[in-house]
């Protein structure tokens, strides 16, 4: 198991990424702290661990507050003694607006989440990793900082900020031992996909004009980063920080 003994949290472990990436980390070893603002779908992610076999606990969490994310670190390395792995993939969408369109309300909650939230959980989350000179802080960013699509300016902006941010806590936290690394998906099956879209749901049209951008000619599924954050998490990646993974499907080659 790549993950064996390890502590790990997830946030926005609920549904989608996050949940396919508590549930990963758990089948490879882990025990995992399944933080979401959804308290509800975090014990469900929970529960399935535990069926499974794993061990797993849940905590409602609203990664723009600080004291959220300090007790969420607090709690981990009180339960198991360490933090391993923490992966920042809390976030919010944007319904596709033009710039004049666009509420500052918007701005600001985006922001929050996207980019506030994963600077709040490094703030907590590295010190705990720096001084056992091990651990892992990935981030879930997306091909938009880089290919964005328009009217997505302000989530374009959220998740070029955490991709820079990437890279300037991994000059950080390199002396330490402690890597961090950022994934970024192309368009994924999970809750926030027809907020994308700019529908009240997935529909067939969505779906195969959002295809037709992807060259391997399908969208992701959450196991795909699933995957991505077990191996960069893993002794397998021991090499690779302050990188930006694409999980695209050639969309931004």
Not at 33 to 42: C, H, K, N, T, Y
Not at 173 to 189: W, Y
């Amino acid at each position: 198991m790549k993950l064996m003994d390890r502590v790990a949290i997830v946030t926005g472990g609920g549904s989608g990424i996050g949940a396919a990436s508590a549930l990963a980390f758990a089948r490879e070893g882990a025990r995992v702290l399944v933080a979401d603002i959804d308290e509800a779908g975090a014990k469900t992610t929970a529960e399935q661990i535990e069926r499974q076999g794993g061990q797993a606990a849940a905590a409602r969490a609203d990664v723009a507050r600080a004291a959220d994310n300090q007790t969420l670190v607090e709690r981990a390395v009180a339960m198991w003694g360490q933090l391993d792995v923490f992966l920042a993939n809390a976030g919010v969408p944007q319904w596709p607006t033009d710039i004049e369109d666009v509420d500052e309300t918007v701005f600001d909650r985006i922001m929050a989440v996207n980019v506030k939230g994963v600077w709040l959980g490094a703030k907590y989350a590295l010190p705990v990793m720096k001084r056992q000179r091990r651990g892992v802080f990935l981030i879930t960013a997306s091909t938009a900082a880089t290919r964005p699509r328009r009217g997505g300016q302000t989530y374009a902006a959220s998740k070029g900020a955490v991709v820079t941010l990437t890279k300037s806590l991994a000059l950080e936290a390199a002396p330490h031992g402690v890597r961090v690394v950022a994934i970024a998906p192309v368009a994924t099956e999970t809750p926030m996909l027809a907020t994308f879209m700019a529908k009240p749901a997935v529909d067939a049209e969505g779906r195969s004009r959002y295809i037709a951008t992807v060259p391997l000619g399908r969208l992701n599924q959450p196991e795909d980063l699933a995957r991505t954050a077990v191996f960069l998490a893993s002794d397998d990646a021991a090499m690779i920080t302050g990188s930006c993974v694409l999980v695209d499907g050639g969309r931004c080659a």
